[in-house]
């Protein structure tokens, strides 16, 4: 089956710098890879999502990348601002075919904005 | 917000009570997962049903038996559960077939503790 690694899983700046969290998935088939933000007692929200045909996607300070031929993926947050304190997950869909999701997602990453 | 709605947040109980975890969306859609979220590990799929059919069973111990009475509907009855069961147990649901993207919509999810 499908395996996510996320590094690293703990990330702290200082408000204003950037952010990058990294993730790598073994199935190749694999053609969805969603990012989803927990902040704390919350539940997690889907913040932005690439597809295998697409190399990048950005939404204002958010952006993803995706290297299929390595398999790896990343979240890159610009001008981080304490309200993006939270743990953040990746995910890759190994659908199979199916008409459903079937997220396998990576360890979490806390991340903390210091003002 | 109320997409998906979990009932009950939080639930202590002995290893040998018997409880039930309800899920509920109004999103209109024809898929449902429960996903078990533990501290410093990845979020665990459980059970998938789409179309009222579970689709996915991931090597769940039978201490966790699932029902689907409606697409609406979702629930997880729990009996002689173990201390390490404790958990936050998420709900989510997505759109099945031509409209399904790969989101996930989750609840806030029920947290468990197992005495």
């Known amino acids: 089956g499908e395996n996510v690694e996320q590094h690293p899983s703990t990330l702290s700046v200082q408000e204003g710098d950037s952010a990058v969290i990294k993730c790598t998935y073994s199935?190749?088939?694999?053609?969805?890879f969603p990012w989803y933000k927990q902040e704390l007692g919350k539940r997690p929200q889907l913040i932005i999502d690439?597809?295998?045909?697409?190399g990048e996607k950005k939404d204002q300070r958010i952006a993803v990348t995706l290297n299929k031929t390595a398999k790896h993926f990343s979240l890159h947050i610009t001008e981080t601002q304490p309200e993006d304190s939270a743990v953040y997950f990746c995910?890759?869909?190994?659908?199979?075919?199916?008409?459903?999701?079937?997220?396998?997602f990576g360890q979490g990453t806390i991340l903390t904005v210091h003002p | 917000e109320t997409g998906v709605t979990q009932t009950p947040r939080h639930l202590v109980m002995g290893m040998t009570n018997k409880k039930s975890l309800k899920c509920e969306q109004h999103l209109g859609h024809n898929a449902m997962y429960w996903y078990k979220q533990s501290a410093k590990k990845p979020l665990e799929l459980m059970f998938v049903y789409s179309l009222e059919e579970r689709v996915e069973n991931n090597s769940v111990p039978s201490r966790f038996s699932p029902e689907c009475p409606n697409s609406s509907h979702l629930f997880l009855h729990l009996h002689t559960l173990q201390p390490e069961d404790s958990a936050l147990y998420l709900c989510?649901?997505?759109?099945?077939?031509?409209?399904?993207?790969?989101?996930?919509?989750f609840g806030e999810g029920s947290r468990l503790t197992v005495l």
């Open positions: 199935d190749s088939a694999s053609n969805y």
């Open positions: 690439i597809r295998s045909n697409v």
């Open positions: 995910a890759a869909n190994n659908a199979g075919g199916t008409s459903y999701g079937k997220l396998t």
């Open positions: 989510a649901s997505s759109p099945v077939g031509g409209s399904n993207t790969g989101e996930l919509f």
